[in-house]
């Protein structure tokens, strides 16, 4: 049964990946780092909870961990998001102003 949940978490997952990189003109490298970030960025807080219970027991309350992870997963995608939009802002408006400024 828990295979089976596997399986579908993974398929619902790829389908999300697919449709966040459907229509953009990524290399092949770049599709399969994207997919592969993605990937680690949705499953790492479930991961880090599964092991969380294995080593504690079952004594910790199931949904409340979970959500709080998986946010704090979501945040830090959202954050390196962010961060790369700032870098590319950086790199291009202001670095860029500055070069052709210096040319002109």
Known sequence: MNLILVILLLFGQLTVITKVIEGKKFSVLKTILVAIYLLVGINLPLLIYAYLIYRVGGDIPI??????????????????????????????????????????
Do not use: D, N, Q
């Open 63 to 104: 949904l409340g961990f979970a959500i709080t992870f998986y946010v704090l997963g979501l945040c830090i995608m959202g954050l390196t998001a962010i961060g790369h939009s700032l870098y590319k802002f950086i790199k291009f408006e202001i670095i860029g102003h500055l070069k052709r400024k210096k040319h002109s």
